[in-house]
């Protein structure tokens, strides 16, 4: 993934983690301009009617404007409040989810997303590990450091291998539950396994071709793609809402969520409450994804908002410390 939780970025020693904080210039990602859409209403029947860029539409959910697509609608609780809506933009495999209302996006979260896998000539600056473990001096660093300028993200983690060999590839949970889901190398999890609702995800894992990140920069919300190439692809987002069902602290909820993509257009999505679909359950509604998803972000970032800020010039880098502070907090129950 482009940024926080990166594979490549967990096998760095504390000495690159702590050079990468104190270099002021590092790669950054490409300059984002936030969309130009807004919600003018939503009907009845469900029919959303928005502008874009100028153009004006009216969408049912899985229909697109321009590269966004509807993906639910967020209908009010209350009398009187507005409605708001979900688009995401799948021309991209790194494109954002907003959430929409009649004043504009209000919620603009991006994706991120890094390959499990490298060319083995690409590692090590060229040396082979046996070079770099038996060196008596710090080889990696004393070539990229005699450089002129100052060291670049992207250079240093291409370096080493990404870490997928692990009993706990990553996780997901809250603060409140004993309860932490963990995941296999490629997103299966003890109570689900995206592979049922497209088979080519077998083949993908076994060749180790996955790709991974995040949703919302630094937020725990996980997402896992298995890509047939730049234009066809099934993504899985997952994370844990902040909230405990029927009192019960020992089992986590979860959200799923399994998209196909083809053509660069989305053919389904499909929503997933904690486990695969049973009677009388079987299907789950777009609509409590999205509002436990936002729910979700909200009181992350509400638990931080008296913590200290640090300000870093490689954003991922800002954004893998907060990840990391997340991460910690998730997994220390009642501290």
């Known amino acids: 993934m482009k940024i926080i939780r990166s594979t490549r970025f967990n096998s760095l020693p504390f000495f690159w983690l702590l050079g990468l904080l104190l270099f002021p210039t590092f790669g950054t990602a490409t300059d984002y301009a936030p969309p130009n859409l807004r919600l003018v209403g939503v009907a009845p029947s ?13 969408l049912g959910e ?24 979900v688009f995401e933009n799948f021309k991209d495999q790194m494109g954002h989810m907003l959430f929409v209302d009649t004043r504009g996006a209000f919620a603009d979260l991006a994706k991120s997303l890094e390959p499990t896998f490298a060319n083995p000539a690409s590692l090590y600056r060229g040396h ?19 450089k002129p300028g100052d060291p670049e993200y992207d250079e240093v983690a291409a370096c080493f291998p990404p870490l997928t060999k692990m009993r706990t590839y990553t996780f997901v ?14 997103g299966r999890t003890p109570s689900f ?13 076994k060749e180790g071709k996955v790709w991974d990140g995040l949703v919302g920069g630094w937020l725990p919300i996980v997402r896992f793609v298995y890509p047939q190439d730049q234009n066809n692809w ?26 196909r993509v083809e053509k660069q257009s989305l053919k389904w999505s499909r929503y997933f409450d904690s486990y695969h679909p049973y009677p009388p359950h079987m299907k789950f509604p777009a609509v409590s994804f999205y509002v436990d998803l936002l729910a979700m972000r909200d009181g992350w970032r509400a638990a931080l908002r008296s913590g200290m800020k640090i300000s870093v010039p490689d954003q991922r880098v800002a954004d893998q410390a907060v990840n990391a502070l997340v991460r910690d907090m998730i997994t220390r129950v009642g501290a």
């Open 173 to 186: 949970g809250t603060h409140e539950t004993i309860d932490k889901l963990g995941f296999e190398y490629g």
């Open 62 to 85: 899985g229909q697109a404007i321009g590269p966004w697509t509807l993906m639910g609608i967020i209908r009010p609780v209350q009398a009187g409040k507005p409605s708001s809506v």
């Open 234 to 259: 099934t993504e899985m987002i997952v994370f844990a809402p902040l909230h405990i069902e029927n009192g019960n602290d020992r089992i986590q909820p979860v959200w799923y969520r399994v998209s």
């Open 46 to 58: 469900g029919a959303v009617e928005v502008l874009w860029a100028g153009q004006h539409a009216i």
């Open 193 to 205: 396994n995206p592979a049922p609702y497209d088979p080519q995800i077998v083949n993908i894992l």
């Open 128 to 146: 082979t590990l046996k070079e770099v473990m038996e060196s008596d001096h710090d080889l990696l660093g004393g070539e990229i450091l005699a």
